[in-house]
């Protein structure tokens, strides 16, 4: 089989299209793979480095510089053919795209030269280049139901869930005593997605000063470029353990009592996969407010306690965890929901899915 994948970036984009590729991996020995990405995003290193074969394409965002943009159609255009002749000679069985901008001109002209087509949409509300693509998509794959409602479309749709929730569930569990926690209280873990979040440690930071008479432990992960900053004339007590980056973060989750997150698609696949009660801050700083709608999804079924980000104070923040903490019963009906939605095997759906389209 031949498959043609693009995605780009973010890691909220390219994470599941890794767990995509992995699924396929498993069940096709003959498997021949192709990315195609940006020429200038993180992709473009990130996966030449894992071996697999990339094809770059110049294409920028719109953004509202009416220059720029006249510049993009142009280059559109340009990645339009480029993508052409790239299927042509490659001649993939389907061509699988994961989301971002880069998504367009390579959904669109393996539509166009009548190839196989799937999309994945990883957040309640689906982000522009989805939903201008989706009328070249034979499949769509959604992470939550709300999604379908903003889909016109001939093709199928079809729930998916989100791949990275079942990668989540292979990794190893870090060890309490490795990271200078104590095995024997309760612990809080903060995670503010993989670059971290500026306006999230500032909230966060009086609070995590005034833990010292408390019976549970902070690990609080500040994104490698915050960390300096936040350490700067500070002080915690022995108790809050800062990181700038945890590598394998699903580890930490696993022995974590309690996470405080952002509401980024993949993170969420994770807490709901490993049924980690959960309180979710939804950067306000995202295109269609899509993180609050992630998360609100979720706070209508029970699995998770929403609160945004401008109600945050020292004050109310220590309140709403502690209350959670103290409140088993409240958890345990979280993790409860957590079970009912968690869809363990997204990617095999996605693959299954894929390969019954390919024999049509």
Not at 74 to 100: E, H, S, T, W, Y
């Amino acid at each position: 089989m031949k498959i043609i994948v693009t995605a780009g970036g973010t890691m909220g984009h390219i994470n599941p299209a890794l767990a995509i590729i992995e699924e396929f991996q498993k069940h096709e020995q003959n498997l021949e793979i192709l990315y195609i990405g940006t020429h200038n995003r993180m992709e473009k290193e990130l996966i030449p480095s894992l071996n697999i074969p990339y094809e770059s394409i110049m294409i920028y965002g719109f953004t509202k510089n009416i220059f720029l943009d006249i510049k993009n159609i142009f280059c559109i255009n340009k990645a339009l053919q480029k993508c052409r002749n790239i299927m042509q000679q490659f001649q993939p069985d389907v061509v699988i795209g994961v989301g971002g901008y880069v998504t367009y001109p390579v959904i669109k002209a393996a539509h166009e030269l009548k190839i196989k087509t799937f999309i994945h949409e990883q957040n309640s509300i689906p982000g522009k280049s989805n939903k201008i693509i989706a009328k070249y998509a034979d499949i769509i794959g959604i992470t939550f139901l709300k999604s379908k409602e903003y889909f016109k479309t001939t093709g199928k749709i079809i729930y998916t869930g989100h791949p990275c929730g079942a990668k989540a569930k292979t990794i190893k569990k870090k060890d309490k005593r490795e990271l200078g926690i104590s095995p024997n209280k309760p612990l809080v873990t903060f995670v503010a997605g993989s670059l971290g979040s500026d306006s999230l440690n500032n909230k966060v930071k009086n609070y995590l000063t005034k833990l010292a008479d408390k019976s549970y432990e902070v690990c609080y992960i500040t994104g490698n470029m915050h960390y300096q900053e936040f350490m700067k004339k500070s002080q915690f007590p022995q108790n809050v353990h800062i990181f700038p980056y945890i590598e394998q973060l699903p580890g930490l989750l696993k022995i974590s009592d309690l996470v405080i997150s952002r509401a980024g698609a993949a993170s969420l696949a994770e807490i709901v996969a490993l049924e980690v009660p959960a309180l979710i801050i939804p950067s306000p700083n995202v295109a269609n407010n899509h993180q609050f709608y992630n998360a609100k999804e979720l706070e209508d079924k029970g699995c998770i306690k929403l609160l945004e980000e401008n109600k945050i104070t020292s004050t109310s923040l220590a309140t709403t965890i502690e209350d959670l903490l103290n409140d088993s019963r409240k958890r345990a009906h979280m993790k409860a929901c957590m079970q009912k939605e968690n869809v363990i095997d997204s990617a095999k759906i996605i693959y299954d899915t894929i390969k019954e389209e390919i024999k049509n």
